[in-house]
T-cell receptor, first 116, second 115 residues
């Protein structure tokens, strides 16, 4: 059974370039989360979707960041223009959330972004 | 502010010893407290979780102790093994109105088990 699939696994780009990270959640999950991990700030929640609708984007650092979820099986996180301080590992996670249950988060293996 | 404070930042334990990682939270509305384990190059994975209606939960060598009045919870790893060497994150969440959760993570503890 495939888990959460992220691409690319590694991305090296130059400052000012556009970066698009992709995520395919686990089939049947209705919640999708984008996290950023750095040594200094740990795991930060950027945005999450429920049933493809963005619920909370208060963690998105600034307008350079945007995320979309056009359907239940695909999401993108875009950074434009990218800056060196955006260098981090970006994780996508999905879960099933229904009723009173709190769903386990299943993480992808992450996309390591380096902005030169 | 929804914060979860985790300590220590790093921990070295001898094989066979007990590893203890502590977390404290502020928001009394939190009602779900999981621990995630992360190996290098991988995403975090759920290890064990507890709800505030119990004070302890044990799964194999892993135990969560929960103190609701002190707003603290901890992870105990008994008989620590080199394969337990990883980064551990505590987290907390509360149910949102629409039935979804929003996990807030601690800053992580890098655990190293030495022979």
């Amino acid at each position: 059974d495939a888990g959460v699939i992220q691409s690319p696994r590694h991305e090296v780009t130059e400052m000012g370039q556009e970066v698009t990270l992709r995520c395919k959640p686990i089939s049947g999950h209705n919640s999708l989360f984008w996290y950023r991990q750095t040594m200094m700030r740990g795991l930060e929640l950027l945005i999450y979707f429920n049933n493809n609708v963005p619920i909370d984007d208060s963690g998105m650092p600034e307008d350079r960041f945007s995320a979309k979820m056009p359907n239940a099986s695909f999401s993108t996180l875009k950074i434009q223009p990218s800056e060196p301080r955006d260098s981090a590992v970006y994780f996508c996670a999905s879960s099933w959330s229904g009723g009173s249950l709190t769903g386990e988060l299943f993480f992808g293996e992450g996309s390591r972004l380096t902005v030169l | 502010q929804q914060q979860v404070k985790q300590s220590p930042q790093s921990l070295i334990v001898q094989k066979g010893g007990i590893s203890i990682i502590n977390c404290a939270y502020e928001n009394t509305a939190f009602d779900y407290f999981p621990w995630y384990q992360q190996f290098p190059g991988k995403g975090p994975a759920l290890l064990i979780a507890i709800r505030p209606d119990v004070s302890e939960k044990k799964e194999g060598r892993f135990t969560i102790s929960f103190n609701k009045s002190a707003k603290q919870f901890s992870l105990h790893i008994m008989d620590s093994q080199p394969g337990d060497s990883a980064t551990y994150f505590c987290a907390a969440s509360r149910k949102a109105n629409f039935g979804n959760e929003k996990l807030t993570f601690g800053t992580g503890t890098r655990l190293t088990i030495i022979p």
